[in-house]
């Protein structure tokens, strides 16, 4: 059994938290798997190199996190949204079987990575597509794993032996919204942020179920990626441009706000979140 | 309506998943029947369902189906062979999927491999390497095979009834003493013809009463008109033949006086001992002590022959194989290519074949007691038909229908 908590409690941020990150040196729009790439919009390499060096510095001066650095690779573009190599639960790392074959190049540097650092590597049989941290998002201790763009709903069977956790499914419909950290966010044990318009009304009542604080966003944030923060503690880092409504949801339940430049990014549909993937120290 | 089971399992009560997939079933203009509930005891448990879908059309079936599966509900055929690894040499792991004799096909790696050389009763062995699946007997698994296990991902063809209208429309249906013999012979005749032109082999599996019954001089004229390509058989069959071939008796009856001969009882030891002293039928042949019979025929004509012991023998003759696995596996290689057996008086031997033979072979039994022609089936061999008639009689008739000249 592989539990996140050895200790059996929910713990989050984990007091021994490190982060995963790749410089964009090698990053651009190459080919369009999402709606949100298009490869007539290029990425402004100096740009993104700036906004994704802004975003190290607050992780590690700021917030004095650890962040371990990723060689980049040329011709794998993506690898920067380290988020999506695999999901990683203790000193077991579950690698990610991309979909698309334009990503699953990553998967082998992901793997020789963890291997070499001591970790556990599991990976699940082919026929399974499953994205990693970007589909699969705990809130205390169940697990909500996003599925039919990128990960298979029938993964979620096979999750759940390996980690012995309930496993929700929740099928996303927005395209736009393809994984489920583009419209889902764990804040804490009892709070996420999310946007209804990425699930159907099985996915709204599981939710509202099983979270005992469900925030909601609006379209205009979702589209900004307000989803896809970053969560160290009580520190959220998003992409800028936040509504006032909320902020001020944010702000009362405890929340720091940290807006940063991230359009380059959003380029190829990620933001904080899909640029960081989180380990033990 | 047709219909499909699939399953779905996971936590799928907590997430709505199981309601979702119910509604779009009705949504899609579907059916559901739910055949079986697993709910999981504490929250970190999955739950498991069993559902018989089914639609008015196989297109709607088809939608449905292609919904579900995203949704994770998968038929229970499209899932993916399990595969455990044995861990002894001759002993499959508990649930191995014990096979049939009809064509299988198993899912493995996202597509469908035909199961090479099946038969019933053996389980199913895939060679991760080259993806081939083959049938195994138990005794031949070896430890690390990986074995089947379960039946999903196992799909079994049944077989499609000929439209032609021959013989073999018959098949299935109760043996009876009261059928029109000669039209079935008749039909026999045809199925050999059209085998033997297909390119197919014959096997004969035959019992001693051929001989008692005086069939052996028309078996013979089978072997040379090369309607056999394969004889099984045991002690019996090729010691009576050999004692008539040598004394022209047949467990010391004479064949063509209708009278016991004097201390003729011994004939057979007589015949075992001359052909255990030339060190086997095939040199007695070469010898030139064996000149007639059907032994001899089948080792003029070249024609292979596997005689297996069994614990009541007399001898036995050097050529019996005593050793039943190494008879079986004997058997099992000369039943390569094999379109049709034909099975005369011979209980052991026929059921024994039986079990070894692809659902796909013609099978014909001849028995003068129909409790055989029966059992065989009863045993899984259902592709055949049963003649319930005297051996000799049934030889006769078939070689007056294939037109064999008289000697």
Not at chain 1, 203 to 224: F, N, Q, Y
Not at chain 2, 138 to 151: E, L, N, Q, S, Y
Not at chain 2, 361 to 387: E, H
């Amino acid at each position: 059994m592989i539990s996140n908590y050895p200790d059996g409690k929910p713990a989050m941020p984990l007091p021994s938290l490190a982060l995963l990150m790749c410089r964009p040196s090698h990053y651009t729009v190459a080919y369009e798997i999402n709606p949100w790439m298009k490869v007539t919009r290029q990425v402004h390499q100096p740009v993104a190199a700036r906004q994704w060096q802004a975003l190290y510095d607050l992780l590690t001066r700021s917030l004095r996190v650890p962040v371990r650095l990723l060689r980049p690779v040329k011709g794998l573009p993506d690898l920067v949204f380290t988020a999506n190599a695999g999901l990683l639960v203790g000193k077991a790392f579950i690698r990610t079987n991309f979909r698309h074959p334009e990503r699953q190049g990553e998967e082998v540097i992901f793997e020789r990575y963890f291997r070499r650092r001591g970790y556990r590597v599991v990976t699940l049989p082919r026929q399974f597509n499953f994205e990693g941290e970007g589909d699969a998002l705990w809130v205390g201790d169940t697990l909500f794993l996003g599925f039919r763009f990128r990960t298979d709903a029938t993964v979620h069977e096979h999750l759940s032996k390996i980690l012995h956790r309930r496993i929700l499914p929740l099928e996303l419909v927005d395209k736009r919204f393809y994984h489920l950290d583009t419209c889902f966010c764990p804040l804490d044990a009892t709070s996420v942020l999310w946007y209804p318009g990425a699930f159907d009304r099985y996915g709204w009542k599981a939710i509202e179920t099983h979270v005992p604080d469900p925030v909601p966003v609006s379209t205009a944030d979702a589209l900004r990626f307000c989803c896809n923060a970053l969560v160290i503690d009580r520190a959220v880092i998003l992409h800028g441009g936040v509504s006032k409504p909320l902020r001020k949801e944010l702000e009362r339940r405890g929340f720091d706000l940290y807006e940063l430049d991230l359009s380059e990014f959003l380029k190829a549909g990620g933001s904080a979140k899909c640029l960081v993937l989180r380990m033990t120290r | 309506m047709v219909s499909e089971i699939v399953e779905v399992s996971g936590h799928i009560i907590d997430s709505l998943i199981l309601p979702k997939i119910l509604d779009e079933i009705i949504d899609l203009d579907g059916n559901f029947e739910i055949l079986e509930i697993a709910i999981g005891k504490r929250k970190t448990d999955p739950s498991t369902t069993r559902l018989r879908v089914s639609a008015t059309s196989e297109q709607k079936l088809q939608v449905i189906l292609k919904r579900l599966a995203r949704l994770g509900a998968t038929p229970l055929t499209l899932r993916e062979v399990e595969l455990v690894r044995t861990r002894q040499d001759g002993v499959f792991p508990s649930q191995f999927y014990s096979t049939t004799n009809l064509p299988t096909f198993v899912r493995y790696q996202e597509r469908w491999r035909p199961v090479q050389n099946i038969e019933m009763d053996c389980g199913i062995v895939i060679d991760p390497h080259t993806s081939r699946a083959s049938c195994v007997p138990m005794v031949h698994v070896k430890k690390g095979d990986h074995v089947v296990c379960g039946t999903a991902g196992v799909r079994v063809t049944p077989l499609e009834r000929s439209r032609n209208k021959d013989v073999f429309q018959f098949m299935g249906s109760a043996v009876s003493s009261e059928k029109p013999k000669a039209l079935l012979i008749e039909g026999v005749a045809k199925a050999m013809g059209s085998t033997r032109r297909a390119g197919q082999k014959i096997l004969v599996v035959g019992g001693p009463a051929i001989v008692h019954t005086g069939g052996g001089p028309y078996l013979e004229r089978l072997i040379e008109a090369k309607y056999v390509d394969v004889l099984f058989g045991g002690n019996g069959l090729a010691t009576h033949d050999i004692e008539s071939a040598l004394y022209g008796t047949s467990l010391g009856t004479s064949l063509d006086r209708k009278a016991a001969a004097r201390d003729a009882h011994e004939h057979h030891m007589r015949a075992i001992n001359t052909i255990r002293a030339c060190g086997g039928i095939r040199q007695a042949v070469r010898q030139g002590v064996l000149t007639k019979g059907i032994m001899h025929a089948c080792v003029r004509h070249r024609i292979p022959f596997v005689l297996a012991g069994s614990i009541r023998d007399d001898g036995p003759l050097p050529d019996v194989i005593t050793d039943v696995m190494t008879a079986q596996d004997e058997m099992r290689h000369h039943l390569k290519g094999v379109g049709l057996a034909l099975m005369i008086a011979s209980t052991l031997h026929a059921i024994a074949t039986g079990n070894l033979l692809r659902a796909t072979v013609k099978t014909i039994c001849v028995d003068i007691n129909p409790a055989v022609v029966t059992k065989l089936a009863d045993r899984g061999t259902f592709q055949g038909i049963g003649i319930v008639s005297d051996a000799a009689s049934f030889l006769r008739e078939l070689c007056h229908d294939l037109k064999l000249p008289r000697r």
